[in-house]
């Protein structure tokens, strides 16, 4: 695997082996040093609490290191940002709707083997003390005791109860594939909103500069105003668009700490701190992956969504299998055991012992309609699942293609930006020559400069959306890029 894999795998045996490690050492030197002073130590609350917590802590990093393969996570480090790589492993860690995926997981398993309880025989048994007095077989007057034991089983030759189970198993393999779409969705998340404040930081160091750039364009037109020379109504313009270029660096600037604190809820941690997040420049990061200019339509399987579908459908054809297996009888055997004794003693005798085997058949009469209204309920449920799994397909199909139009023609768009920002450059060469030989003054530079910051602007925008494109092409193949 990559560095990202192998670091967190470090950690992970860091935390696993380390940290528990560490928090038993200070126990134990703790108890050393009350021997030494002749006095018993006793594990306080406090190092019980820090030691179960390290444990607690190297539990989750050790089951968040068996997601990575979720998520597919070399294909991140092809934008060569450590900072990036780290926010995808915290939220992969801490995510709170990630651990809820897998909270899920394990309560479908929990329901499954509930289920798989139904095709084993039940077995119950009982204490029963009792005080009599009878004359009817002679005076008797005393205590007794009784110990029933009761096994009962529904004999399944016709698979009902055994379909109810794979039916229950399709639950727990459809939340398995849940859980994967939930740590794709939020690395994905994760991914875009760091690259947006990226973008941010860059975007925000260019408005600060052509607010500088306007501030001095209204000094300047100010005292070309007083001078005669420019009009009052072109002043109040500069004025306006010196306020303006304030306002827009406010919005900004409120757009990143709101995707800040975003980014800290999805790895897990407080927003307090989300001002203080490091982040790489704008500058450093370089997508190094390629792009393929057409998907084949197979990769569609690959799709958490479709995968669940697939199950889905295979859950609801069980079904069906269920409700129509409910018109056949049910066959039940059962036992039954007494051990009965006037003492506790003499309890478990084979004397005392009554015991007796039985078997049955039973078969709904009359149901009112339920059986049948149940099939048809089955049968409906199936074709809504089916149509469902139909949808899901070309939603996929559309996505994807959505996908490849947007990389495709915002790429077109950032090269064409890209050219206009090379002529922008060339025209604020010729204005710097011009303005050095005083054929051009300082306003109309400024004004040049700022036109050539507005191009950069655009591509830097440009640029983050390609880079969300790609991570919504990485979303929309089901990581399989």
Not at 36 to 43: A, F, I, L, M, S
Not at 206 to 226: A, C, D, G, Y
Request: aromatic residues 8%; neutral net charge.
């Amino acid at each position: 695997m990559k560095r990202v894999i192998a670091g967190l795998i470090i950690l992970s045996c860091f935390y696993a082996n380390t940290v528990p490690v560490i928090a038993a050492q200070k126990v134990e030197k703790a108890q050393i040093e009350a021997t030494e002073n002749g006095q018993q130590h006793k594990t306080t609350r406090a190092e019980k609490r820090a030691l179960k917590k390290a444990e607690k802590e190297a539990k989750k990093i050790k089951q968040a290191k068996n997601k990575l393969d979720y998520i597919n996570m070399p294909w991140f480090e092809q934008f060569n940002d450590e900072y990036l790589n780290s926010y995808i492993l915290k939220a992969i860690v801490n995510n709170k709707d990630a651990q809820m995926a897998t909270i899920a997981v394990d309560e479908y398993y929990q329901a499954a083997r509930a289920q798989l309880a139904g095709e084993l025989p039940t077995v119950n048994a009982g204490f029963l003390p009792a005080y009599t007095q009878s004359d009817m077989l002679g005076p008797y007057d005393g205590w007794f005791f009784g110990l029933p034991i009761l096994v009962n089983y529904e004999a399944d030759l016709f698979l009902k109860n055994h379909d109810k189970t794979k039916s229950s198993k399709k639950l727990y393999e459809a939340s398995i594939i849940d859980e994967r779409a939930a740590y794709i969705s939020v690395a994905a998340t994760v991914a875009s909103v760091y690259l947006n404040i990226v973008k941010l930081d860059e975007v925000i160091d260019i408005q600060e500069e052509i607010v500088e750039l306007r501030k001095e364009i209204f000094e300047l037109m100010q005292i070309s105003n007083e001078e005669g020379i420019v009009s009052t109504s072109d002043l109040v313009k500069a004025h306006k668009s010196y306020v303006a270029g304030q306002s827009e660096l406010t919005d900004l600037k409120k757009n990143r700490s709101m995707l800040l604190n975003r980014l800290a809820v999805l790895i897990g941690e407080s927003s307090d701190k989300a001002e203080t997040f490091e982040r790489a420049k704008y500058s450093d990061i370089k997508f190094a992956g390629t792009i393929p200019d057409e998907i084949p339509s197979v990769i569609i399987t690959k799709r958490p969504d479709f995968m669940k579908a697939e199950k889905m459908v295979e859950k609801s054809g069980i079904d069906v299998r269920v409700a129509r297996k409910e018109f056949l009888p049910a066959i039940n055997i059962g036992g039954f055991g007494l051990f009965n004794a006037s003492d506790l003693g003499s309890l478990f005798t084979t004397n005392n012992l009554i015991w007796g085997l039985s078997g049955g058949i039973m078969a709904n009469l009359f149901t009112g309609g339920r059986k049948i209204a149940n099939l048809k309920m089955k049968k409906a449920e199936y074709e809504r699942v089916l149509k469902n799994y139909e949808k899901t397909n070309l939603v996929a199909i559309q996505e994807i293609n959505d996908s490849m139009v947007s990389i495709k023609n915002d790429r077109k768009k950032f090269d064409d930006n890209t050219k206009i920002l090379k002529l922008e450059i060339q025209d604020y060469k010729l204005a710097e020559l011009k303005y050095q030989t005083g054929v051009m003054s300082k306003l109309d530079l400024n004004q040049m400069r700022e036109n050539l910051l507005d191009v950069n602007k655009l591509i830097v925008d440009n640029n983050c959306e390609l880079w969300v494109d790609y991570i919504s092409l990485y979303k929309a193949t089901g990581t399989s890029l």
